[in-house]
């Protein structure tokens, strides 16, 4: 058999485990590991897997991410996640669809500690559901706000995805997270601006609160200096060169830290449920690593990235068209793949022929970054998109309620959304380099 042959069968044996709901690590190990067999011989997949690990294991950068999973963790044990909804609350709860906006923000503001889009839906659900349900909220706008805002866990930095995609690439991890504020904060305001036009030509889905007094707003505003703070600090830290994203990534887990105790929400029993959570969920992110490392050390060997590089150069179509099609394809993968799964497989497949077209000029590091951030966009367009959307099942899960339906119903619009700004995106990239340009 030929080494594109091979490939494509390692491919479908992954799809098909992945259908037979085996886990994603083992659905890209095992044919990973027949396909290395298949081009070599015994003796060179054992040598493989015998370095392979430790190789991965121990490389320096990776350790940003258990660190900004510890930070997100000490966020949601020390009750700071709380504090943001009511300050967002206090602020917008008295107009129609106000607390699903509340939870939008909220939901931004705590993916600036946390870096994870299901930690930021599953937090924030717990905390705003039940306020939206009790002041009158359709259970439709209430769960697809909380799924949708939860992305913004990945598109404000820190990201671990963003993170994952830095590495694998090559590029540098404070850049990239320049790179996502501008199109975060976008997300944000365009996730609102649905909420308003959606309460606006169905003010049933939502029941305005009584606006508080001016005193009772500044008391919840004072109430999350401890995440402004900590956002300046880490973030003005890693781009005032004060210390590197990994350090960043220590000393906004630690301060999270003392935010919790302080406050005495951090207590024994949710200190030790943070770092159990970190250390399941780092464990889930690199075996993913290792499963996705001996899939594509078998892809090389079948030479498959650079066949496709090469037919993709040979097409007759605009690089724009190559580059549609490959986020189109991201939305695909993301109804049976998590963002993880998805950017170790496909960006070191995939990444090169991206660099090998001619993108509105931009230079090769300007075309990863702005790539990567166009990359995240669409990676979170499948978290809320049916039929998984991982996002969706993490809230109805919370919200038994509401049934799933009825979620993907409200979900649609914000959809509509998220197209319309990786479309400005794709045709705008000072939207994402902007930053880029003036901090570097």
Known sequence: ????????????????????????????????????????????????????????????????????????????????????????????????????????????????????????????????????????????????????????????????????YAILTEQNIAKLFAAALVPGIIATLGYVIVVAITCKLRPQLATPSAPLPWSARWRALVGVWPIAAIFVVVFGGIYGGWFSPTEGAAVGALGTFVAGAVRGELKLDGLKRSFLGTAETTAMVFMIFIGADMMNAALALTQMPTALADWVGHLQVGPLWIVVAVLVSYVVLGCVM????????????????????????????????????????????GLIAPPVGLNVYVVNSLAKDVSM???????????????????????????????????F
């Open 405 to 439: 339906n009825e979620t993907y119903k409200g979900v649609f619009p914000f959809l509509a959304s998220d197209v319309l700004r990786v479309i400005a995106l794709l045709f705008f990239p000072v939207l994402s380099l902007g930053l880029v340009r003036a901090f």
């Open 1 to 164: 058999m030929t080494g594109t042959t091979i490939g494509l069968l390692m491919f479908g044996g992954m799809l098909l485990m992945m259908a037979l709901r085996v886990p994603i690590t083992a659905a890209m190990f095992v044919p990973g590991a027949i396909g290395y067999w298949a081009m070599t011989n015994d003796l060179a997949l054992l040598n493989s897997l015998k370095g392979s690990a430790v190789a991965r294991l121990t490389v320096y950068d990776l350790s940003v991410i258990p660190l900004f999973l510890l930070m997100g963790q000490f966020a949601t044990q020390g009750g700071l996640s709380r504090d943001l909804f009511r300050a967002a609350a206090a602020f917008v709860g008295h107009v129609r669809g106000g607390l699903a906006m509340a939870a939008i923000l909220s939901a931004a503001a705590f993916g600036a500690v946390c870096g994870s889009s299901v930690a930021t839906s599953a937090t924030i659900t717990q905390v705003a559901y039940p306020e939206m349900r009790a002041h009158g909220y359709h259970g439709r706008l209430s769960t697809a706000a909380l799924a949708t805002g939860g992305t913004l866990g990945i598109l404000i930095p820190p990201s671990v995805p963003l993170v994952v």
């Open 338 to 381: 998590d963002e993880l799964s998805m950017l170790l497989l496909t960006i070191p497949v995939i990444f090169p022929t991206i660099m090998a077209l001619d993108l509105w000029g931009l230079t090769p590091e300007h075309k990863a970054i702005w790539f990567g951030i166009l990359v995240l966009m669409t990676v979170g367009i």
